[in-house]
């Protein structure tokens, strides 16, 4: 086996989060009379990710970033609403949505038992506990780490060092991190170094400046990494 460890992001890795995001931005927007239609939806996804890659930058914090997205948003659009209410709405919108990418529970099946499963996720902990305790993958990890919990974001080294310094018989040489993020994701775990498997479904073309270990367009070909097949 090639790798003993696998810690595994969850949105948009296992976890379907562009799905997440569009049925719960849709079911606020819609309550407060806000079109819902696609240009609407990819705006707020935009004005959200931007907020995301700014705490990555430790540029913003997690209670801004929780409020600032939607007022931004608003303005954008030419809504007046309290963004502090509709913050409220979406998150336990979003804590509801558990649906996962295609193959992630059949790779997950296959992986349990045979190798340490670990979820590692910038989310917020009362959304991520919950989506994650409804989904059929929760059962098969050993432990989720939560950078809300954990005072640190990906791609902090930080955060990295304390999910070393908690993990069990924690081997570098056979630990690999596996996510969909370039930013978060790959980048903490070059800095942590680690190995590191890049899901890139869309097949964009990976930055010449990162030293990817390894680059999957499907979930399925991640077992043959970590068995060393």
Known sequence: ???????????????????AEHDALCECLSARGIST??????????IND????????????????????????????????????MADDYVE???????????????IQSLYGRCGLYIITNGITSVQKSRFGRCPLAPHFDRCFISEEMGFAKPDKRFFDLVKASVPNFTP???????????????????????????????????SDMDITYIVSRLSDIR??????
Request: aromatic share 10%; proline share 2%.
């Open 50 to 85: 931007s907020h995301w890659k700014r705490l990555e930058r430790g540029e913003t914090t997690r209670s801004r970033l929780r409020v600032e997205r939607f007022t931004e948003f608003f303005s954008a659009v030419g809504y007046s609403s309290d963004p502090v209410a």
């Open 1 to 19: 086996m090639a790798y003993s460890i696998a810690l595994f992001d969850a949105d948009n890795t296992l976890l379907d989060f562009s799905r």
């Open 224 to 229: 043959a990494i970590i068995f060393g097949e």
């Open 173 to 207: 040489e056979e630990t690999i991190v596996i996510g969909d993020s370039l930013s978060s994701d790959i980048k903490g775990g070059i800095n942590a170094g680690l190995a590191t498997c890049w899901f890139n479904p869309n097949g964009h073309n990976a930055p």
């Open 93 to 107: 919108a979003l804590s509801r949505q558990s649906h996962l990418i295609d193959g992630a529970l059949e790779l």
């Open 37 to 46: 239609d696609e240009d609407t939806v990819a705006l707020y996804s935009a």
